[in-house]
C-alpha cells in the first residue's frame, strides 16, 4: 500500500493567491482528516469527513478555507486568498474507522505564503 | 476542554538507557489513545493505539500504558538508541469517528 499521498510536498506562493492542497488516502480507509501544524499551536484538527461527507469544520479557521472530498480517494483543502499567517505544514490523515482507528499520516505540505 | 498534555517537552538521554514519557488528557471519555512519533521535516508515524478496554500494548522495544481513571498513558523506551531521536506525540479520542486531539509532544535526543 502507497500509503497516504499528498501533494504538493513544497508550496510557495504569494499572499493573496489561491492555494490547492491535495490529498489521496490510503484505499479501503472511509474516514479522512486535514491537520495543520505550527510551532505555535501543534497539531490543529481542520475538518474531517466520514465516508466523503464532512462531519465536523469547526476547525477550519476562516471562511478562506474550504475542503472538499468528491470521491472515496480524493480530497482537496483550498485557501483562497492565502495570508502569511497561513504558513504551516497541512497534514492529511486517514483511517478505516470503527473500533480499532488507527490513523495514519500523510507526509504533508509544506506551505509558505510570502 | 479536551486537553492533552505532554511532559518534559524534551528529554535528552545516553544510548541504552530505558525510559518513560508521559501523557495526561483531561476527560476520562477516551475511546483510544495514540502514540505517534515524528522525525524532523516528515509526517508522523503511528506507533501504538491503546483502546479504552486494554491496559497496554507493545511493539517491540515500545510499550504504552493507559490508566484512565488517572487520566495519564504512557510510552516506555527500553534500550534506547540514537534512531529514537525524533518528537513523540500522544493523542485521544472520545469516539469512533476518529477525531483526535494531540498533545504538544516531547522531543526526545539520545546521545551515542
Known amino acids: 500500500d502507497a500509503g497516504v499521498i499528498q501533494s504538493p510536498r513544497h508550496e510557495v506562493t504569494e499572499m493573496g493567491q489561491e492555494v490547492t492542497l491535495r490529498c489521496k488516502p490510503i484505499?479501503?480507509?472511509?474516514?479522512l482528516f486535514w491537520y495543520r501544524q505550527t510551532m505555535m499551536r501543534g497539531l490543529e484538527l481542520l475538518i474531517y469527513?466520514?465516508?466523503?461527507?464532512?462531519?465536523?469544520d469547526s476547525g477550519m479557521p476562516e471562511d478562506r478555507f474550504s475542503a472538499k472530498m468528491p470521491n472515496a480517494s480524493f480530497s482537496t483543502l483550498k485557501i483562497q486568498p492565502s495570508e502569511p499567517r497561513d504558513s504551516a505544514v497541512y497534514f492529511c490523515a486517514s483511517t478505516r474507522g470503527g473500533s480499532y482507528n488507527e490513523q495514519f499520516f500523510g507526509p504533508g505540505t509544506r506551505l509558505t505564503v510570502l | 476542554k479536551q486537553e492533552v498534555t505532554q511532559i518534559p517537552a524534551a528529554l535528552s538521554v545516553p544510548e541504552g538507557e530505558n525510559l518513560v514519557l508521559n501523557c495526561s488528557f483531561t476527560d476520562s471519555a477516551i475511546y483510544n489513545l495514540q502514540w505517534f512519533r515524528q522525525d524532523p521535516g516528515k509526517g508522523l508515524t503511528s506507533l501504538l493505539l491503546i483502546q479504552s478496554s486494554q491496559r497496554e500494548q507493545t511493539s517491540g522495544r515500545l510499550n504504552a500504558s493507559l490508566d484512565k481513571s488517572s487520566g495519564r498513558s504512557t510510552l516506555y523506551i527500553a534500550a534506547s538508541q540514537p534512531g529514537d531521536s525524533a518528537t513523540y506525540l500522544c493523542?485521544?479520542?472520545?469516539?469512533?469517528?476518529?477525531?483526535?486531539?494531540f498533545g504538544q509532544g516531547t522531543t526526545l535526543q539520545v546521545k551515542p
Open positions: 469527513f466520514n465516508n466523503n461527507v464532512p462531519i465536523d
Open positions: 493523542a485521544r479520542s472520545t469516539s469512533n469517528t476518529g477525531k483526535l486531539i
Open positions: 484505499s479501503g480507509h472511509n474516514s
